[in-house]
């Protein structure tokens, strides 16, 4: 039984063209997802973050710490988040904060963002390959009709070229802008990674000033702490 190649190419390449479609729309859910996420979880600026911090700091001094786990709890940032952890759980000693701090960051934020952008990743190595597929239909359909035996009008090949150059021609293009997105999502992570390892770092200067004990001694401000915390991080 002889294989009609052209229907298999026409159903099969308007499937293609569906594919495409529904994968340009996830990848730009994605992104907005994503980046949405890092806006919802980040200080908009460094001097927002340090205005924060002098609050509670303010509050840690007068050795009122219910009132900065309040206000702290009512942040949905990272950053207030561990801070209310790390106020909540301050006996443990600065050494095991700053373990059980980064470790709650990397799962909690870093781990949902990474999951968020692997579907990023996954959808700009999809599309070429669905255009790639669109290219093999289409010359496959040219193929079969130039095949059947008889004088082939050059425009019954159209619809075969057209589906195997869109086809690629749009895999392409939805791979592209979603490489570009993801170098600024990228940036943006380190950008909220940096911000968080700074704040982490000065929150535990301060957990120790206002009398936190600590199993080590804790290097000077600005100094390797901070490097530690963003190499943790990264």
Known sequence: MKLDLTSITYYLGNADYVALALVAVWGAFCVVMVLRRIGQT??????????FLNRIEGMLQRQEFDRAI??????GRALPQL?????LNRRLGLQRLRTM??????????????YRLSWIYTVIKSAPMLGL????????????KLSGGEKVDPTQLADDISLALVTTAVGLAIAIPLVLC??????????LEDLVGSGL???LEILRSVGVRSDIPLPPPGGSAERVFRSDLS
């Open 182 to 191: 993801t170098a600024s999502v990228t940036t943006r992570i380190r950008q």
């Open 42 to 51: 980040r200080f908009r600026s460094e001097a927002a973050q340090e205005e």
């Open 101 to 114: 701090l980064v470790e709650r960051f990397q799962r909690d934020v870093l781990g949902d963002l990474d």
């Open 133 to 144: 597929f669109g290219t093999v239909l289409g010359m496959m359909g040219a193929f079969a």
């Open 70 to 75: 309040a206000e702290c709890e009512s942040d």
């Open 83 to 87: 801070i209310r952890l790390a106020v």
């Open 201 to 203: 770092t000065r929150l």
